[in-house]
């Protein structure tokens, strides 16, 4: 069976839940099939570990994540893999209000997922492709480190 669009929206909504409710690194360890799991970020050429993704989102009081479209690429049978390219909107809010707008992007995505015998789909490469921060992003309030 064909890895399909759907499916994989399905499993990057429940990864966005992980962020929008503050979900362990556990919880989204689970959701690689490679282990310690890494996210490359192309335009930096950096990769981080999910403990410094979670520490980076810890800064957010509140973050929406919206999937776009994407687009599947059947990759191989045995096993079955499927590349997945598309994009999310990202809009993160700090903690203080000081009237400043919050961080806005659309976040470039290429994944590598694989079925596994259950059916479950996991995350064999995660690579950010471009974040295009929106001209009212409060992109200078960032900590990086």
Known sequence: MAITVEEVLALGERWCDTLREGGEIAT????????????????????????????YHEQFAFQRLELGDFVIAQLSAE??????????YW???FPEEDGRPPLRATVGEDWIV????D?????????NTSHHFLPDSAVDRLKLD
């Open 114 to 117: 694989e079925r596994m015998p």
């Open 91 to 93: 809009e993160a809010h």
């Open 28 to 55: 989204r360890e689970a959701f690689f099939l490679y282990h310690p799991a890494r996210i490359y970020v192309q335009e930096s050429g950096a990769s981080m570990t999910l403990e410094e993704h979670h520490a």
């Open 119 to 127: 059916g479950e789909l996991k995350f064999v490469l995660w690579l």
């Open 79 to 88: 096993p079955e893999r499927a590349r997945a390219i598309g994009s999310l």
